[in-house]
């Protein structure tokens, strides 16, 4: 332009402009041209120059040393694999592991401290991070060992299928159990022999473990027990159907032709029966379940078709059948409400739990058109779960709805002292929405939730595990305490079993776990039973003060809780274990 100007370069020279680009300056040193340095080359001193090594990249140098390439590829940088207490570091393939040595584990998730937890003699770390011996065991060798001094068991069973369906404790440490069976079976050296092709079976024990009473309900049909409750004073509670007429005491209920009959009776702490009666209509109805509160009240819940009638009130379900729930008085079972649950297509009992301004019941339904008292529920999928809260007139305070694309269900509901509300469940989807909030689950995973007395959703636990798809887990069953603590039962059939953030071995089998959850849903224990062969299933469990108590059905020998089953037959076998917590 006619004028001297300052170069912006020097004539004909070359830097890097960065790691990989060469600029050169041109002749008058007026700017600069970049160039790419080609694949495989780095720029260096203001030339292009093969790479040393491929920028990044990660190879180990040593058994404990990792070797980095920079970022030019101009060199490598040696560093050594973090170690830590009680383990030995390593480096395999470019990456760095700490492996704990025997008996030691890194149980905060902190590897700063290395393996910090000793696990061979360490009660609430036996063997594993979680693993929590029981009460009066000790932990060896990693393995928790000893009995419970105050724990018993007891397994029946003929040559047919027989299991415990429900399970109970009461203040005095009395356990009640109801279970099904068929031919004849020996509880505690007591023989029962059933009328027909199943009997209902309630057996009450001492807190030694004793058979105090029992009493076989049943016809020469198809009669099964389903659940069974104590109250304060000791007095025993149960319910099922009957297909045949059955009497109890100077009460027979008789059921429609080829169809079944509701029942419930009560017996005083001595098995002296108290009252018996029976309840239902024109086609197929069924208590499955039972609660009683602090005020004089007993609910059953359980499924109908056809028509359903208690007292005065009946009800008449959809053409696939509907729930019914029913407040009775504890004191003779006169029927004080009944209420039907159900709309165009089916609607299924879950549960129900009791306090005494009223009670919870749990339910899965197909219907679209469910209406519960405010408003549609909807439906996204095959089922939705739904909790439904009511009072003592039964009128419904809230409902709170599990819903996916999928089919899900609930197995279990109580209440604390506060009047929360807990449930369990099977997630059928990895998707499911609980009120308005969605979680994700691995496949057929289950779960725990708490509600607040408003129904509010507070927390969700999840059970999960490294099963394949079509295998998992399934949550029978729950009991709360007054202080919001939870002890669920169920199995799963996996190689390792997940609940919350607990891990815990398991054989591949049908296999029954126990998790014990805090009352902010935290997993402060997780166990599973040992067989090496067929299944073991928890249906039920129930606590009290410092005493639980789990039963079921089982095909082979397992260890569980520290209590190895025997088999008494060559059929599926009832079970009650009895221990302190």
Known sequence: GGACVAQACVPNASRCADGFTRAVCDAVGSQETNTRCATGQRCNGGSCVAQACEPNAATCASATRRRVCDAQGASFVDTECPGGANGTASCNGGVCAFTCSPGFADCDGNAGNGCETGTLSNATNCGSCGRVCLSGQTCANGTCSG??????????????????????????????????????????????????SLDALVSVFAPDGSLRWQQRIGGTGNDPGNAVVFDAAGNVYACGAVTSPVTLGSTTITPPDTFTQTWVASWSPTGVLRWARGFGGTLQDQCLGLAVDDAGSLWAGGNFSGTFTAGTQTVTAGSMGDVFLLRLAAADGAPQGLRRYGGSAGTFFDGVTARPDGAAVALHY??????????????????????????????????????????????GIGFDAAGNVYFTGQAASTAVTFGTTGY??????????????????????RFGSTAPTGSGETARALSVRPDGSVWVVGTTNAATFTAGTVSV??????????????????????????????????????????????????????TFEGRTLARPSMGTDAFVISLSR
């Open 147 to 196: 009995g419970v001094s105050t724990g018993w068991d007891q397994a029946w069973g003929s040559s047919s299928d027989d299991a415990v369906r429900a399970v109970a404790v009461d203040a005095a440490n009395n356990v009640a159990t109801m279970s099904v069976f068929t031919g004849s079976v020996q509880v505690a050296s007591t023989t029962a022999t059933s009328a027909g």
């Open 366 to 411: 197909l219907s679209p058109d469910l209406d519960v008292g405010l408003g549609s529920v909807g439906n996204a999928g095959s089922n939705d779960g739904l909790v439904v809260r009511v009072g003592l007139d039964l009128a419904t305070r809230w409902q709170f709805r599990a819903s996916s694309s999928s089919s899900e269900s609930l197995s």
């Open 440 to 461: 994700t689950f691995g496949a057929n995973d289950a779960y725990a939730v708490a509600l607040s007395p408003t129904g509010a959703l507070r927390w969700l636990t």
């Open 505 to 558: 071995s398991a054989p591949s089998l049908t296999a029954g776990f126990l998790a014990v959850l805090t009352p902010t849903g935290d997993v402060s224990a997780a166990r599973v039973a040992s067989l090496t062969t067929g299944s073991h299933r928890p249906l039920a469990v129930a606590t009290h003060n410092a005493r639980y108590v789990i039963a079921g059905d089982h095909t082979t020998a397992a």
